[in-house]
């Protein structure tokens, strides 16, 4: 099922089969309006994923990525790479320790997400 954009609430994002919701690249959705969807929102997953789209988008790289996918096989070059870890900080307020900075933990959105979990919950090492 997909959702197509909707002018009339300046939503550009559809709603995924599997339930998630695609967030728009030039704005975050409350949660109210997830729910008036009806959809699940993993909010870590989707704002990670959020920032890897705007950065394809900054790029000119028009495909998808999926949860698992290799970024640096997306497209993206280290120096992208540099770019979403900072921004990754930014968006969560956190400071990634040097350890945990490595090229693994930033391989794919799913790795993302686990690092961002980890230090919410206080892990030592992550990667």
């Known amino acids: 099922m997909t959702l197509e954009p909707s002018r009339a609430i300046g939503l550009d994002s559809a709603i995924e089969p599997r339930g998630t919701l695609k967030l728009p690249i030039h704005g975050v959705i409350s949660r109210g309006l997830a729910q008036f969807f009806a959809v699940k929102v993993t909010n870590t997953t989707?704002?990670?994923?959020?920032?890897?789209?705007q950065l394809m988008a900054k790029r000119s790289i028009d495909r998808p990525v999926d949860y698992d996918d290799v970024l640096s096989e997306c497209g993206l070059s280290s120096l992208d790479m540099v770019n979403l870890m900072l921004a990754?900080?930014?968006?969560?307020?956190?400071?990634?320790?040097?350890?945990?900075?490595?090229?693994?933990?930033?391989?794919?959105?799913?790795?993302?997400?686990?690092?961002?979990?980890?230090?919410?919950?206080?892990?030592?090492?992550v990667g």
Do not use: C, W, Y
Not at 46 to 53: H, M, N, S
Not at 89 to 109: A, C, G, L, Y
């Open 46 to 53: 989707e704002r990670v994923a959020q920032l890897v789209r």
């Open 88 to 125: 990754v900080e930014t968006e969560f307020d956190i400071k990634i320790p040097d350890r945990d900075m490595t090229p693994s933990n930033f391989r794919s959105i799913a790795q993302i997400d686990k690092l961002v979990g980890a230090l919410f919950h206080g892990d030592q090492k």
